[in-house]
Structures are given as structure tokens and as C-alpha cells.
């Protein structure tokens, strides 16, 4: 298996056979980060046949830790890279493909974040299971000096919902609360319908009322209303919208790509969630991706630690109810190219995220409250 580049022409194509296929690993991700100071380095690897084995969409970033300071260099490659991660000689070449990348950009680190499952269910209840595949893959970066990583983008545990079947089989799969609150919701008058592009600026609002709400960060207007639109477009994405009696109450937006979709962004407002308009939201958007061929729903964010006490916890269960399984990944890895300038970095990190996250919350409420 030799590494190499690759070019538009095929991208998605390439990558949709490889395990792991992920919308943040397609060439339209790649090119929308590049519109934020990311520059895509799409990379292959292929057997003495041709035949593509793995790839990964890295994504490097030049910055600097002090306002007068270098610029420096860093590698992030999200929710992948897609290979085979048991096959042991696959995963060999492709680690030292990066490796060898993140040393010839001369990058502080290449950050790694693959669907690598270490486990399945809620850790100690009956049906959890642990999986030795994922041990050995961390067992193996740990041996090559890649860290598990401080900065843990991706939510590293989620819940997918299968969406093969029949409808009759999903409402089978469903909690028995959640089938009740999917009839309320139909019963109380609310619907749902596809949004258009001239929606997105409401949708924004309603998803920055939720972040106050919720005690998230989000980023600018300008950022979501330029993504949503860039994947309608492409047609790998549309938006979601429940109404009661014609005044929006919730939207998601869902993504699709190679038989998979993904719920990235949900929103809703206070009025009205007696009704239980997420509900019918959810059940329109598992219609809506099995549309698209879609055969698993990645509902897109789970607990680090499931505990009673988490923020996700209520979030947490709804999305268990709707028949969803949880998986456990296990998470971003950093393989530090430059390991004293990694040390430094990651030392200032956590202070630099905190001024950002705290001036990113106080913006969005400023534009909520206008």
C-alpha cells in the first residue's frame, strides 16, 4: 500500500467504500474549512493495484500562541483517518504516512480523531460490551508516541440509530414515552416541513437562543448560515423545520452522505415544548435520511461520563429513547512532531479557549437580546 495525493475529481466516491466514512472526512468539508484559514491535504493509500485502502482529509491550520510570536503550523484530520483500523499493516503505513506529513510541514502535531468504537452501551449496565479492537489500536499509538489528546474536539461518545427495517420496526425500537410523545405531538397540531435557504437567518436566531439556553458556545451567524447553505447546495444536507399553527418552534439540520446521516445542529425555543415538537422532528429526519439512503443515524453527541449529573444527560435520553445505541469512541489522538513547542501549546491551550468560549457567550447573548 503506497501513499499519495488525490484531487476533486472523485473524492467522495473514493472514500465512500472506506470504513468509517464520515460527511467531515468529504471534500465539501474540506473546502468549506479551507473558506476559515484551514488548507485540505487529501491523502490516499493504495494498494500495488490501485485500488484506494485508506485516506484521510487532513486539514492544517497556521497560527500563532502569542500575538507577535511564529507562525506555527498544526494537522487535524476529523473523524478519521478511514482505513481498516484491525488490519495492523494498514494501520502501520498510514500512521507513518501522517507522521511523516506533520514532520515535512514542519506542524507542531497531526491531531487524529477516528470512528475507532472502543465499546458499545452504557459503561457497567448488562448489555455493555468492550471491545479488544479498540484497546489494541490505543495500545499501538501509545507504543508510537501519539497522546490522547487534551483538546478533544468530536464528542467522543454518541448514539447511532439503525435505520434499516420498516417504520413499524423504528417505533418498535422507540422507548414507550418517546412513541407517546411522538402521537402528542401529532395530535397538538404540530407539523414539520423541509426549510428553504431564506429560512437559514431564522434558524440561526432560533439556534443561538438555544446555546443561551443551553450554556454552549457557538460561533458567528455569518459561519452557520455560510455551512448550511454550502451543503444544501451540494445537496448533502436540508433543514428541518416544526411549526405550530405556522410559528417555528424547532428545527435540525440533517446531513447525508454514503448511507449514513448525521444530526450536527438542533435548535428549538421555549414556546410550545409541551407539544413535544422534537419528537416529530426526529421522526420526520429518520424518514428523511432513509430518502436518502441512508441506513444509520449518528445522533451526533453522548455524555463523556453517563452520569445523572452531566449538562448532555437530559439531551442523553431523548435520543436513547428514539431506539438509539450508544457507542464509544476512543477519541483524538496527537502524535506531537515538535514535542517541546507541543508542550508549550498545549500548556496555553486550555487558557486560550476559555477567553474564546467566554467572549463567544457574551456575544450571542448580546445578539439575542437585540
Known amino acids: 500500500m503506497t501513499p ?81 483500523w484491525e488490519n495492523a499493516e494498514q494501520r502501520r503505513l498510514v500512521l507513518d504516512g501522517l507522521q ?7 506542524a507542531i502535531f497531526v491531531k487524529i480523531d477516528p470512528e475507532v468504537l472502543s465499546g458499545t452501551g452504557m459503561p457497567g449496565i448488562p448489555d455493555e460490551i468492550q471491545l479488544e ?125 454514503a448511507g449514513r446521516a448525521w444530526y450536527l445542529y438542533g435548535m428549538s425555543r421555549q414556546a410550545h415544548r409541551e407539544k413535544m415538537p422534537n419528537y416529530l422532528l426526529q421522526w420526520e429526519a429518520m424518514r428523511s435520511a432513509r430518502q436518502h439512503g441512508s441506513m444509520q443515524y449518528d445522533l451526533w453527541g453522548a455524555p463523556d461520563v453517563f452520569d445523572e449529573n452531566d449538562a448532555m444527560w437530559g439531551v442523553y435520553r431523548f435520543k436513547e429513547g428514539l431506539g438509539g445505541r450508544i457507542v464509544r469512541f476512543i477519541g483524538a489522538w496527537d502524535f506531537p512532531a515538535r514535542p517541546f513547542i507541543y508542550q508549550v501549546y498545549t500548556n496555553l491551550l486550555p487558557r486560550l479557549l476559555n477567553i474564546m468560549r467566554r467572549r463567544g457567550k457574551d456575544q450571542t447573548r448580546r445578539e439575542v437580546s437585540l
Open 133 to 257: 479492537s479498540g484497546r489494541v489500536v490505543q495500545a499501538d499509538l501509545d507504543v508510537r508516541g501519539w497522546r490522547f489528546s487534551q483538546d478533544q474536539i468530536q464528542f467522543r461518545n454518541t448514539v447511532w440509530l439503525d435505520l434499516s427495517g420498516s417504520e413499524a420496526d423504528w417505533l418498535g425500537r422507540m422507548k414507550q414515552k418517546t412513541r407517546y410523545n411522538l402521537r402528542l405531538a401529532e395530535k397538538k397540531g404540530v407539523t414539520v416541513r423541509r426549510g428553504e435557504v431564506n429560512d437559514l437567518p431564522a434558524v440561526y436566531r432560533m439556534y443561538a437562543e438555544t446555546s443561551v439556553r443551553d450554556g454552549f458556545v457557538i460561533r458567528s451567524e455569518e459561519y452557520y448560515l455560510r455551512v448550511w447553505k454550502y451543503f444544501m447546495d451540494a445537496g448533502m444536507a436540508e433543514v428541518l423545520l416544526a411549526e405550530v399553527d405556522g410559528e417555528l418552534v424547532a428545527g435540525l439540520i440533517l446531513f447525508f452522505t
Open 100 to 106: 511523516a506529513l506533520a514532520k515535512k510541514e514542519k
Open 4 to 84: 499519495g495525493r488525490e484531487t476533486r475529481n472523485g473524492w467522495n466516491e473514493t472514500i465512500a467504500s472506506l470504513p468509517g466514512v464520515h460527511i467531515l472526512q468529504t471534500w465539501q468539508w474540506g473546502q468549506f474549512k479551507a473558506m476559515y484559514g484551514w488548507r485540505p491535504l487529501p491523502q490516499v493509500w493504495r494498494a500495488e493495484n490501485g485500488q484506494v485502502q485508506a485516506a484521510a482529509m487532513v486539514l492544517e491550520r497556521s497560527l500563532r500562541l502569542t500575538p507577535f510570536g511564529p507562525r506555527l503550523k498544526v494537522l487535524y484530520v476529523p473523524r478519521g483517518p478511514l482505513l481498516d
